[in-house]
């Protein structure tokens, strides 16, 4: 009973005393040193705690406890809010000053014409896909009526990664890919990574870009290749520019062209970007060979299609003047940031 009544004497005092302190608590510094002090676990409430025997106590102990934890933390909001106040009052920003000046990147030559390409032929309605790096035998060789002995085939050209899967070799397998999900029409361009055991020099490496172009439709001739390749090569060379197809091979277009683009540095009277032709080979193209169309399951009487495949390193190297395609991936900011 003793014991109880000191106790009791002591809490109350207590109470009073730690109230007054809270209130009078000028900063959280000075709060966090009262919370020690009345709250912290020597504090004489937190020993009185760890003494109490008999449940009465316990309670008035615990109750003031937890009345001074709720000052505490009032008491800490109050501070708090004082705090915010007087720093929005005294640290003004002065929003005239000059600011911090950031070196602003930009994004890499190959990036910027892909997303030329990209608008010039959503301007025409055609839809971007992405195609995959690493493929298969399937799409990469068989689908494009590659015949088994064909060169691209050996490891000595290719990169593979086992018997039926390599780092594509051009961007011609995407066109497999989209005309095997759907029905014709088709337009559809997809640029991207490829990749060949070239050696590298000034104007080849064995990690370069292609943008592969694809349209399939009821009566589309080479005529519609001619347009649509002349409207790309004079957004992309100048209004001036005029192409010309020469005769080639590719196992998945027949015929096959080559398209040249007239020169953009000398208009076609020859000088040494042109090598004195006059004229510049631009990629590979052609009509989509039936066997191409038959192996995805489209009827070659219903439909006829175009494709080519440009490089996106020989357009940039082109339009700029570099002189070696290394430069593109050096990574040397005096070079990139020309452009
Ligand atoms: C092809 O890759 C064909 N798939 C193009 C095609 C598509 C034809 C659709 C018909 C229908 P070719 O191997 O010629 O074709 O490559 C096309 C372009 O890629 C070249 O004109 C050149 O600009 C670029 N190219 C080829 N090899 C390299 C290389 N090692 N480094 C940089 N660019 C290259």
Redesign the pocket.
Known sequence: MRGTRVVQMDVEQLEQEARSALEQAKSLEQLEELRVRYLGRSSELKLALREVRDRETGMRLNALRQSLEVALGEKRSALEHGELQRKLLTENVDVTLPGEHFVEGHLHLITQIRREVEDIFLGLGYMIVDGREVETTHYNFDGLNMPLWHPTRLPSHSLFLNDDVLLR????PS?IRVMEAQAPPVYMISPGR?Y?R?TTDA????V?H?V???AVDRGISLADLKGTLLHLMRALFGEKRELRFRTHF?P??EP?I?PDVSCHMCDGAGCPVCKQSGWI??????IVDPNVLEFVGYDPEEVSGF?????L??IALLRHRVPD?RLLWENDLRFSRQF
């Open positions: 070799t051009e961007t011609s066109q490829v060949r070239d104007t080849h490496s064995p370069f292609q592969e172009g694809l590719f998945f277009t096959s080559e080979e631009m990629g590979g193209a052609g494709a080519f495949g440009l490089g390193e020989r395609i």
